[in-house]
């Protein structure tokens, strides 16, 4: 009896091209779960979202978006009024500091506009790598991918782009991912791990990509 080939612990070009096909299906236009409507907005809420869940900033930002969603407007809140508004978020003293910090940054030096720079928007407080990613895919179209516990996560459970760590597997990514899903990619994965490929237990009976994936411990 003759065995099948093992298969190799990485996807193949045509098995990621069969993964995002079937992603995209699922979802043809996949988009963040926060909730914005400028790119300031998003820079904001992508900086309060550390450490925290998209429903817990978008509860915040709900209400202090209709009062204040321009760095001028902030700023005149100021530290003390601002975490009246994201008191309910965690580590939200040091996130009302570095919001304020950077509202007057883009005054000074951006003419209150979010830069289109990695560069610039790293230099923001409270903006790393991963929150200018986001801001560049979502709210410029930058094809970059922002990589956070559920996109780790998926990238080495599937086989898609194992990594030791965050920049291993974004750099994994960005060369495995072919150019027609760069754009959408991210925002498939992060869905994908938060709704389906969980961390605890994954859904794996209700997942597309089962079959492809090359996680030795799915769930019956």
Known sequence: ????PRRSA???????????????ELNPKPTTELEYS?????LV????????????????TRRLFPV??????????????????????????????????????????????VPRSRE????????????????????????????????FRVANRTGLAPGKDVRAVEDRLVKVVPAEFMQDAH??????GRYVCKARKPDCPQCVIRDLCRFKDKTP
């Open 1 to 4: 009896m003759t065995r099948a």
């Open 10 to 24: 990485t996807l193949t070009r045509a098995e990621i091209v069969e993964l995002f096909s079937r992603l995209r």
């Open 38 to 42: 400028t790119p300031f907005e998003l």
């Open 45 to 60: 809420a992508v900086t309060l979202s550390a450490q925290a869940t998209d429903v817990g900033v978008n509860k915040a």
């Open 68 to 113: 204040a969603n321009t760095p001028a407007a902030i700023l005149a809140l100021g530290e003390d009024g601002l975490k009246q508004y994201i008191s309910t978020i965690g580590l939200f003293n040091a996130k009302a500091k570095n919001v304020i910090t950077a509202c007057r940054i883009l005054l000074d030096e951006h003419g209150g506009e």
């Open 120 to 151: 610039a928007l790293e230099a923001l407080p409270g903006v790393g790598r991963k929150t200018a990613n986001v801001v560049l895919n979502t709210a410029f179209g930058e094809p970059t991918m922002a990589v956070d516990t559920h996109i």
């Open 187 to 192: 925002h498939w994965l992060i869905l994908h």
